[in-house]
Each structure stands twice: as structure tokens, then as C-alpha cells.
């Protein structure tokens, strides 16, 4: 196509298959970035082969609602006010009502930023509630910045290229004073989450006003893996003081998002924290592939999203746990929708492990 074949529709709907996964970053022995490869890729088709109809409207709808915060909580308010009497497919994706959990009372000197995200709010609000207690115990206290929004991922995703930069120049007004004013730096909760804004530096590089900006911004986020085993000799002690695991509750299956091993490139982290918080890890078959979320493509492609899907509960649900981790809120939603197991974020398990 950029040699100078025009582009038809079975070439959007080629690109458009891509689960951008990043699986094959992962393989490619020389390194190639073939995600931005196919940002550009899918841009430029986007220009020369327009959406129509349907296809077009829900894309619209898309990235007009799940970027939208306090639209989306009341979308999802309401359909969790009405979840039981909702037809199974859309019940799927409508978790439960559920609540932050209580919040710490104590102020610390070391400071991290969270991002609240778009849709975990929400779905999930005891991910960020788990964590800021987790990060209490450990003597840092979590910050949420007033008017952060979505990390831009959903726009990014939906080849909505100049929507995406301004979710990061937002994201990164609004982080700059308290990184200014002695904040450590950023915690991402969501791997997806945290995968796009390491790419920030890289979708600002030419704006003269946020690249130095948003390469600070790239050097100080972490996911809260990362945080969490940085500060080990702290945690060690507190796991020590909980009470044994019941034996019915310590097998579990850790579904590793794409944008955890793919994306930001942390294998074995919670794996290994978990383990050390008493529980005992099945083996994954085929971990290193994608459940079928992938952002929104499980609406826009959920033929293919339904065969992942399914294959990836197989290889969970295999060695017999009582629950299943994740460390991203579209995939949690996403398997959840297929199991009756309880699919959790793991700072939620270390959470509950550690007030035991």
C-alpha cells in the first residue's frame, strides 16, 4: 500500500484483524515495532477507504463513550442496576456492582500517582482501592489526579490518531504539578493502561511543547508489579504475619494480559509475588497468547474474540483453580464472561492476603 497499491476494504478488514497483541514484537529476533508500523498503516487506510454504516457507527460510539468517564459510569451504573434482567451476551460484559473497599487514613512522604482510567472505575473500583492499601502498608500513598481521563488507548486502538495525543497532553497536564511538587512517579493498575502510556513520548516527539514532558512521564511510570517488588524488604514481613492459605483456596491461574508480557515486557513479576503471598500457580498452556479482549475487539471482532476466548478459559481453568488472576481490566471482564470461577486482579488476592 505505501508502495503505491491503493488499499480496499480487504485491507482494512485485514488490519482491522490485528489483535495488536504485540505477540510478534515479542518473537521478531530483530526487534521490529511492528505496532507502530501498523498505527501508521491503519491511519492511512483509514483516509483512503472511509467507514460507512454500521461499521462506522459503532466505532463512533466507541470512542465517544469509553473515553468518556463519567459517561461510561453511568452507562455502566445502569446496566448494573438491571444486570439480572439483561439478555447473556451483553450480561457478560456488566460486572456486578461492587465497591473501593475502605479507604487508608494515613498521609505518607512518598507519594505515587495513579491513573484512574476510564472504564475501571466503574467495572472495577476495588483494583485502585486494593492498591492504595497495598501501597499504605508499604508506607507510600496513592494520588488519583483530578482530571486525568483515559490513557488514550481506546482512541489509539480505533485509528483515532489526534484524539489519542490529546488524551496524553490532558493526562500529562494534569500529572505535571505533582510531579513537579515531589511525587516519586506514576503507577499504572492496568497494564493496558500502562503499555499506551509508555508510548507517549514516542506520539508527542514532535510536539515542541509535551516531548520533554512526556519522555519525564515515560521515565516515571511503573506497572504496580514493578512498585511492589521494588520494595520487597518491606512486604516480606507483612506476607510472614498472614494466616495460612485454606488449601481449597491456593491453587490459582494467572492469565498474563498481552500488554503485561508484550507490551511493557514483565514476565514471572506476579507470578513470583503471588507465590510469595501463599499461593500456588497451574501451569498456562500457551500463556504467551491473547484471551480475545484486545481492547475493543472483542464488539468489533468477536467471532475471533469468542474462539481466544475459549481457548484461553481451557488452558486456565486446566489444572482445577479456585480463581483466576489478571492484571488487566478488559481481560478480567472479558474472561469473566465466560467462567464462573472468579477472575480478579492480583493486588486484589495480595490485598485480601495481607489484611489476613
Known amino acids: 500500500m505505501l508502495e503505491g497499491v491503493e488499499p480496499t476494504e480487504k485491507t482494512r478488514l485485514h488490519l482491522d484483524r490485528c489483535l495488536s497483541c504485540r505477540s510478534c514484537e515479542t518473537t521478531c529476533p530483530s526487534g521490529v515495532q511492528y505496532t507502530r508500523l501498523l498505527d501508521i498503516g491503519r491511519e492511512v487506510v483509514e483516509s483512503k477507504v472511509p467507514r460507512t454504516g454500521s461499521d462506522a457507527f459503532m466505532r463512533g460510539a466507541l470512542k465517544n463513550l469509553l473515553p468518556r468517564s463519567t459517561l461510561f459510569g453511568a452507562a455502566m451504573k445502569l446496566g448494573q442496576s438491571v444486570r439480572l434482567v439483561l439478555p447473556g451476551a451483553l450480561r457478560s460484559k456488566v460486572p456486578p456492582l461492587s465497591s473501593a473497599g475502605p479507604a487508608p487514613q494515613r498521609s505518607h ?7 484512574a482510567g476510564c472504564v475501571q472505575p466503574s467495572m472495577y473500583p476495588n483494583v485502585n482501592g486494593a492498591t492504595r492499601r497495598v501501597l499504605d502498608r508499604l508506607g507510600i500513598e496513592m494520588v488519583e489526579a483530578a482530571g486525568a481521563g483515559c490513557c488514550g488507548a481506546v482512541r489509539a486502538h480505533l485509528n483515532a490518531a489526534e484524539g489519542a495525543r490529546e488524551d496524553a497532553r490532558r493526562n500529562i497536564d494534569t500529572w ?11 503507577v499504572m493498575t492496568a497494564s493496558g493502561c500502562g503499555s499506551h502510556v509508555l508510548e507517549y513520548a514516542h506520539l508527542l516527539q514532535d510536539d515542541p511543547d509535551y516531548a520533554v514532558k512526556a519522555a519525564r512521564v515515560v521515565l516515571a511510570t511503573r506497572d504496580i508489579s514493578e512498585v511492589i517488588t521494588a520494595e520487597a524488604a518491606g512486604l516480606a514481613p ?16 494467572f492469565q498474563s494480559p498481552c500488554s503485561l508480557q508484550h507490551g511493557l515486557k514483565i514476565r ?51 489444572g482445577g483453580p479456585a480463581v483466576i ?25 495480595l490485598d485480601a492476603r495481607l489484611s489476613s
Open 325 to 349: 488472576a489478571s492484571a488487566n481490566v478488559g481481560c478480567m471482564a472479558h474472561l469473566q464472561g465466560a467462567t464462573t470461577l472468579p477472575v480478579r486482579h492480583w493486588i486484589e488476592l
Open 238 to 253: 507483612l506476607l510472614q504475619a498472614c494466616h495460612p492459605l485454606p488449601e481449597s483456596e491456593r491453587l490459582l491461574a
Open 109 to 115: 512522604a512518598r507519594k505515587l500517582i495513579a491513573l
Open 176 to 186: 505535571w504539578p505533582l510531579l513537579e511538587s515531589g511525587a516519586e512517579g506514576l
Open 268 to 318: 514471572g513479576t506476579v507470578e513470583s509475588l503471588l507465590t510469595a503471598a501463599g499461593y500456588t500457580l497451574t501451569a498456562v498452556s500457551d500463556s504467551h497468547l491473547c484471551c480475545g479482549s484486545a481492547g475493543t475487539y472483542s464488539v468489533l471482532q468477536p467471532e475471533i474474540s469468542k474462539r481466544l476466548q475459549a481457548n484461553k478459559i481451557a488452558a486456565l481453568t486446566a
